[in-house]
Every structure is written in C-alpha cells, then in structure tokens.
C-alpha cells in the first residue's frame, strides 16, 4: 500500500474511533460474495484487512451468508474454508435469507454494535451508506479499498461535536446537585524547613576546668576589691582621726573604738614577735 493511501486509512479510521467509539479489534462483518472475490483474487485475506484498516482486526460472518456458500455446492468450497477461519454472528434468524437482507437487518439503523462491512454487493453498498458512522469495504480489481464517509457520517459527526461542546439537562442537574460542588480549599500556611537539612543542636557541655578558673578569677577580684575598699576605710579614718586631733575635734564613739581595736591588735602582734625573737636567741 501506498504511503499516502495509508495515512489517509488512519486518518480515517481515527475519525471513527474519535467520533463514534469503534476500538480496535476492530469487528469485520463479511459477506459470501467477499469471501468469493479474495478466493478468486488470491488474497490474504487477513493481512488485507490488517494493512487497511490500520489496526488489529475480528472477521466475522453470520449464518446465513455462510449458507450462502453452502447452497452453491463443492465449486465453492474454499470460498467455505475461508468462511469457516471466522467467528460465527448469530443473526437470529429462524429460516436462512438473502445475506444482503441479514447484513442489512443486523447492522440496523445506526450501527449500535460498530461493525465494519466488508461486501462486494453494490446495491447493500448503497442501502450502508444511508446509515451513519458505517464503515464500507469492498474489493476493486485485486485492491481491498476502504470507502470515504459518506455525507450522513460526516453530519452524524457535526452533531457530536455540538453536543459535545454545549451542555445537556442532565450534565446541568449534576452542575447543580449538592454531592458535586466544590468543597472550599484549606489554605496552606508557611511551611518549615527541612528537617533534613537543619543542624543539629550541640548540648549545652561547659568544660568544669574553665568553671573552677572563672570561680578563681571571680573570688581573687572579689579578695582584691575589698582589700582595695579596707585599705580606703583606713585610710579615711586615719585621715578624720588627724584631722581631729589638729582641729581638737572630739572624734564619733565609732571611730574611737575601731581606732582602739586597731592599736590592741597592733600591740598584740608586736608583743608576739619579740616573744618568738626571744625564743629564737635562747636556743
């Protein structure tokens, strides 16, 4: 097949699928004089249909075809094993009639069941062209050929497009319906960080040898400001006590007896020294 034949079967085909719901395998009604003209053309007849319609295929054939086949005696019998290859289409019909009148009768009037017809009958070719969303094929000089759709489908095929764009009665009662409204959106507040990605806290180790040092600097400046604070007591008392003994000021009884308590344990300390000085020379 050709190149540009081919793209034009798939875009056709496509146009089905898309249109009218036919899914691939793809259900091949056939009838006895099909089953004729691919017997006398020496046609696989499978691969065929395969390469046309651009997809995987089911031939089928009813019983009243293939009882066609049976009526016109042994010079037909590969016409008949050919038959036989394919899946059996129950017609439902009690007493055998026309194939033509049983493919007519099974598609009906809008081909509910999507088969695609492949028939060398002209006159069933006219009657399926009527019936919108049917796909035709037919044998023409050894070539199986798959026929453009007719003006019926391609208006079948506007009409879906509408309906499809333009809402329906029921498609608006369920706009409408309680259960199908939009529940409000929980807002999303500021998310965290990646737990993954954060540092770790390091605990909370002091080293106890910087401690004990802290504490020992800390006590010798402590030691240090109170020397410092004593020694400036002292030194204003000793100034006041001067002053008072220039100015013949009566001192407070305060003073007078810090003052007191320092030339006793003055005098005390001074006792000691020369009693340990006495001992030191006697030995």
């Known amino acids: 097949m050709r190149q540009k034949r081919a793209k034009a079967y798939r875009k056709l085909m496509h146009l089905y699928s898309m249109s009218f719901g036919f899914r691939q395998p793809y259900q091949v009604l ?26 995987e295929i089911k031939p089928m054939i009813t019983q009243c075809c293939i009882h066609e086949l049976y009526l016109q005696g042994k010079t037909q019998q590969p016409a008949v094993d050919l038959a036989k290859n394919f899946e059996r289409r129950k017609c439902n019909h009690r ?3 026309p194939g033509d009148e049983c493919l007519e ?4 009037d809008k081909n509910k069941h999507r088969y695609v017809i492949a028939t060398q009958s002209h006159p069933l070719r006219v009657k399926l062209r009527s019936i919108p969303a049917t796909p035709i ?17 391609l208006r079948a095929k506007l009409l879906t497009e509408e309906q ?12 409408d319906h309680p259960a199908s409204e939009e529940r409000p959106k929980k807002r ?31 006590a010798v400046t402590m030691g240090s400001k ?6 400036e007591g002292e030194a204003d008392e000793d100034d006041l006590v001067g002053s008072a003994i220039q100015n013949e000021i009566s001192l407070p009884d305060s003073a007078a007896k810090k003052r007191r308590k320092r030339r006793r344990k003055n005098h005390t300390a001074s ?6 000085s006495e001992v030191h020379v006697n030995t």
């Open 30 to 55: 056939v009838d006895s004089e099909m089953c004729k003209s691919a017997v006398t053309q020496k046609l696989d007849f499978a691969k065929q249909l395969h390469t046309v319609l651009q997809g």
């Open 95 to 97: 007493e055998a009639i």
């Open 105 to 108: 009768s099974v598609v009906g």
């Open 137 to 153: 094929v037919h044998i023409n000089r050894s070539v199986m050929v798959l026929e453009p759709p007719s003006d019926i489908t």
């Open 164 to 175: 499809s764009l333009h809402a329906t009665g029921q498609d608006l009662s369920l706009v």
């Open 188 to 218: 999303k507040g500021p998310k965290g960080p990646n737990p993954l990605s954060v540092k770790k806290k390091k605990p909370n180790t002091v080293d106890t040898r910087k401690d004990k040092g802290l504490v020992a600097a800390t």
């Open 226 to 231: 109170r020397k410092a604070e004593e020694s």
């Open 271 to 276: 006792g000691a020294s020369i009693e340990t």
